[in-house]
């Protein structure tokens, strides 16, 4: 399974951005999809995440203001970021768990390769 990310960039604060990420590989289902960020000199952090069945979860920090979506036909995952802070500053990893295979199996915790989004004036 493979994660690709795309969409990140420079934007102002009070801006909005898109991020997508497009899981390929042999697949027949994927559990849960989200979002991961982090800053420099801090540690990896949960933003947004998506069940199968389109149950969300945001970080309090970005409630509000983030919006993520799936499209399980295309296991693709989005992230609708408005009204961008400086402080959301990070590189922004997608992720995919609880793959199922087809043919069988299980995978877990796969990660893209990260998308940097600066807010800055």
């Known amino acids: 399974v493979q994660l690709q990310a795309s969409g990140g960039g420079l934007v102002q604060p009070g801006g909005s951005l898109r991020l997508s990420c497009a899981a390929s590989?042999?697949?027949?289902?994927?559990?849960?999809m989200g979002w991961y960020r982090q800053a420099p000199g801090k540690q990896r952090e949960s933003v947004a995440a998506?069940?199968?069945?389109?149950?969300?979860n945001y970080a309090d920090s970005v409630k509000g203001r983030f919006t993520i979506s799936r499209d399980n036909a295309k296991n693709t995952v989005s992230l609708q970021m408005n009204s961008l802070k400086p402080e959301d500053t990070a590189v922004y990893y997608c992720h995919a768990d609880r793959v199922a295979m087809r043919g069988g199996g299980l995978g877990y915790d796969y990660w893209g390769q990260g998308t940097q989004v600066t807010v800055s004036s």
């Open positions: 590989g042999n697949i027949f289902s994927i559990n849960a």
């Open positions: 998506i069940t199968g069945g389109g149950t969300t």
